[in-house]
């Protein structure tokens, strides 16, 4: 069956980085579009990123744009999501996201941005 799992989360300070991994199986991982979407505190679930299967074509939520990058490695069945300049309100679960035919949900991973 589909298996994604994230990882990569924990803690850093404002200005900080980290990168999440999100390792996939279950289907062709290069067909898929892989995305990351995060739920912070009291919000709702809104993508962050995601990246496309044949031409990798990226896509980015505005708050995010310029400081998180989205890259996938079809060799590995990854996708990774590299965040600089972290600021606290990126403080969320973060989900991986692949749409093959239906959408399937990774179980998350918890990002906090805290001095």
């Known amino acids: 069956q589909v298996q994604l799992v994230e990882s990569g989360g924990g803690l850093v300070q404002p200005g900080g980085s980290l990168r999440l991994s999100c390792a996939a199986s279950g289907f062709t991982f290069s067909a898929g579009v892989m995305s990351w979407y995060r739920q912070g505190p009291g919000k709702e679930r809104e993508l962050v990123a995601s990246i496309g299967s044949v031409y990798g074509r990226t896509n980015y939520g505005d708050s995010v744009k310029g400081r998180f990058t989205i890259s996938r490695d079809n060799a590995k069945n990854t996708v990774y999501l590299q965040m600089n300049s972290l600021k606290t309100e990126d403080t969320a679960v973060y989900y991986c996201?692949?749409?093959?035919?239906?959408?399937?949900w990774g179980q998350g991973t918890q990002v906090t941005v805290s001095s």
């Open positions: 996201k692949a749409q093959y035919i239906r959408e399937y």
